[in-house]
């Protein structure tokens, strides 16, 4: 009975009765498995033969170029589906390595019976298609924010998303500065020596993790 809770929490299976659920994963075959963190889900270029469902837990995508520079494209969280964009189509490779960021439960569903549980049910059906579309959008926004933006713009717009309708302005930043750097897809000395002459212009104030914006005019004008 947990199995199903869990998976109705899954916007696959929004507006779908528990009951109608387990009438669903009662008619494909599915296999339950738990990953440890830093565990490979998967790996960038693998044939992408099914559909995984988290339940429960926190993976990371990370593309890796030849020079090893990781580029961290997002982190899932709680009850998604991973990669499910690239489930069918001609060039159905997952684009990233996929990897548990902490102990991770997800069910996996062959592509055939995956296939099957679209026509089983409608409101399913339509549901996929909406993620589909959410993960083209962000996507675009994504390449968009690693490849027009320069480093200003990008803190720029990550600081200025993450305090919009905060009173003080001022965030906690939930990453460390290595972190963040592979989040903008630049190197940690670009990264702190950009937020250093952001502080002495007076546009942000920074303690630790703490930063607060000074100047959300001065930082709209570094986003192009």
Known sequence: MRLYEDLSKNRLFKNVEISTLRELLEGISYKKSTYKKNDMIALDGDVVAGQYLMLRGSVRGEMTNYNGK?????????????APAFLFGADNHYPVDIIANM????????KISFSRLLQMNPVVQ????????????FLSNKIKF???QPIK??????????????????????YSQDKLADLFGVTRPA???????????????AKGKQVCVLNRDKLKDFIN
Request: with cysteine; glycine share 6%; net charge neutral.
């Open 191 to 205: 990264l702190t020596r950009t937020l250093r002459e952001l502080v002495q212009s007076k546009i942000i104030c």
């Open 146 to 148: 690693l490849t027009l």
């Open 153 to 174: 713009g990008k803190i720029a717009d990550y600081l200025l998303k993450r305090t919009r309708g905060s009173l003080l302005n001022t965030i906690d930043l939930p």
């Open 103 to 110: 102990e991770t439960e997800c069910i996996f569903i062959t």
């Open 70 to 82: 990781v580029v961290k494209i997002e982190d899932i969280e709680g009850n998604q589906l991973l």
């Open 126 to 137: 339509n549901n996929f298609l909406d993620i589909i579309a959410g993960k083209a959008q």
